[in-house]
């Protein structure tokens, strides 16, 4: 079974950084799109940011010029880049994929990891 492992959250001041890294393990076909999320304390779980396999990225306007994803494809791995971090920024980060793994094609939000908890505070 495909595992996510979140790492890299931690304590950051406002205007520092962090970077988060995420691996995955288990019988993985191919990836089409890796992704991070976010959920702050009583709010919806939402998307930060995502990669395609050819290079299409997108951000939340919350995050631009801020964060940076990456995504190495032939480990599967996924890091972002968090810079300028701000108090709403805390929150639980997880990754997510979407692609063929597992003997299936499964959209992103099949799978979720524990996720790594990022707190910005002075």
């Known amino acids: 079974q495909v595992r996510l492992v979140e790492s890299g959250g931690g304590l950051a001041l406002p205007g520092g950084s962090l970077r988060l890294s995420c691996t995955t393990s288990?019988?993985?076909?191919?990836?089409?799109?890796m992704a991070w999320y976010r959920q702050a304390p009583g709010k919806d779980r939402e998307l930060v940011a995502s990669?395609?396999?050819?290079?299409?990225?997108k951000y939340a306007d919350s995050v631009k010029d801020r964060f940076t994803i990456s995504r190495n494809r032939a480990e599967n791995t996924v890091n972002m880049q968090m810079n300028n971090l701000k108090p709403e920024d805390t929150a639980v980060y997880y990754c997510?994929?979407?692609?063929?793994?597992?003997?299936?094609?499964?959209?992103?939000?099949?799978?979720w990891g524990k996720g790594t908890l990022v707190t910005v505070s002075s």
């Open positions: 288990g019988r993985i076909f191919s990836i089409n799109i």
């Open positions: 997510n994929v979407e692609g063929y793994y597992d003997g299936a094609y499964y959209q992103t939000g099949a799978i």
């Open positions: 990669v395609t396999s050819d290079g299409r990225i």
